[in-house]
């Protein structure tokens, strides 16, 4: 139901991030820095090298004057997201890099998933990443590339206050500053904003559709090979879509074991 949807769904993260009121001090809180200014922002970016590569939708895509922002909300632990920065990373340089520019060109690069789970099981609410020597840690590549991990469900580990007042948000507690409560506002407003609920819907809509039609092609255990081909496609899309494990099953007629196969290997 729209009264239900939070910000930790998929499509109403991005639609409120598009807000650049809300999504400039929400990266300067997750990242401790500062931004003067936003000049490109863009809600379910499109990324692709070729028309035969994996092509990746981004949830929130932000530039400054020098700096370039991926913003990804994850529901569900697919255990691909280390792999997922790998590609994201090279999608985005190609982009920037036209034919004849210097690698120095290239802007610094963060690449930010808001998690609700913990990636890598030690408890902390953020894991921070960039590349530097295995023989002296103090030595630095210098690659100008960083990648962030949040793990909403320790936000009570979190010392930075601002921070933790988000990552404690996130987890689903009410709005208790004035960022979270301008996020939450704007949550209400998008919920109710009658072409938004079309939209949101169509969407979910489109899922289920496709998972009707592998179940309607006659897809059970040991019929046509195309109809499982068409029922595991069908399994991918929602789990991009971050739908749970059990409604995938639901859907799909797919088994348990199966899915959790598939995302594995996703």
């Given at each position: 139901?729209?009264?239900?949807?939070?910000?930790?769904?998929?499509?109403?993260?991005?639609?409120?991030?598009?807000?650049?009121?809300?999504?400039?001090?929400?990266?300067?809180?997750m990242l401790g820095?500062?931004?003067?200014?936003?000049?490109?922002?863009?809600?379910?970016?499109?990324?692709?090298?070729?028309?035969?590569?994996?092509?990746?939708?981004?949830?929130?895509?932000?530039?400054?004057?020098?700096?370039?922002?991926?913003?990804?909300?994850?529901?569900?632990?697919?255990?691909?997201?280390?792999?997922?920065?790998?590609?994201?990373?090279?999608?985005?340089?190609?982009?920037?890099?036209?034919?004849?520019?210097?690698?120095?060109?290239?802007?610094?690069?963060?690449?930010?998933?808001?998690?609700?789970?913990?990636?890598?099981?030690?408890?902390?609410?953020?894991?921070?990443?960039?590349?530097?020597?295995?023989?002296?840690?103090?030595?630095?590549?210098?690659?100008?590339?960083?990648?962030?991990?949040?793990?909403?469900?320790?936000?009570?580990?979190?010392?930075?206050?601002?921070?933790?007042?988000?990552?404690?948000?996130?987890?689903?507690?009410?709005?208790?500053?004035?960022?979270?409560?301008?996020?939450?506002?704007?949550?209400?407003?998008?919920?109710?904003?009658?072409?938004?609920?079309?939209?949101?819907?169509?969407?979910?809509?489109?899922?289920?559709?496709?998972?009707?039609?592998?179940?309607?092609?006659?897809?059970?255990?040991?019929?046509?090979?195309?109809?499982?081909?068409?029922?595991?496609e069908t399994a991918?899309?929602?789990?991009?879509?971050?739908?749970?494990?059990?409604?995938?099953?639901?859907?799909?007629?797919?088994?348990?074991?199966?899915?959790?196969?598939?995302?594995?290997?996703?």
């Amino acid at each position: 139901m729209p009264e239900e949807i939070r910000i930790t769904d998929n499509f109403m993260f991005a639609t409120v991030m598009q807000n650049e009121r809300i999504c400039r001090p929400f990266i300067e809180r997750m990242l401790g820095i500062s931004i003067e200014k936003i000049i490109y922002l863009e809600r379910e970016k499109d990324l692709k090298s070729d028309p035969y590569s994996k092509g990746i939708r981004l949830d929130v895509f932000v530039k400054d004057s020098s700096r370039v922002f991926t913003i990804e909300m994850q529901c569900l632990d697919r255990k691909d997201l280390p792999l997922r920065t790998r590609y994201y990373q090279g999608l985005q340089d190609i982009s920037f890099l036209d034919k004849g520019n210097l690698y120095r060109s290239l802007p610094e690069s963060y690449i930010l998933f808001v998690c609700l789970f913990d990636l890598f099981g030690k408890d902390l609410p953020v894991y921070s990443f960039k590349n530097i020597c295995e023989e002296d840690p103090s030595v630095s590549l210098n690659d100008k590339t960083h990648k962030v991990f949040y793990n909403v469900n320790a936000w009570e580990m979190e010392k930075n206050p601002e921070r933790r007042a988000l990552l404690k948000y996130f987890y689903g507690s009410n709005a208790d500053d004035d960022l979270t409560k301008d996020i939450e506002e704007q949550v209400h407003i998008t919920r109710n904003l009658r072409e938004w609920r079309k939209e949101h819907m169509t969407v979910e809509q489109e899922i289920k559709i496709q998972a009707s039609y592998a179940y309607d092609d006659g897809f059970s255990i040991g019929v046509s090979q195309g109809a499982h081909d068409k029922a595991v496609e069908t399994a991918r899309k929602m789990m991009e879509k971050n739908m749970s494990s059990e409604d995938i099953c639901e859907l799909t007629g797919l088994s348990l074991n199966e899915i959790k196969r598939i995302a594995v290997s996703n």
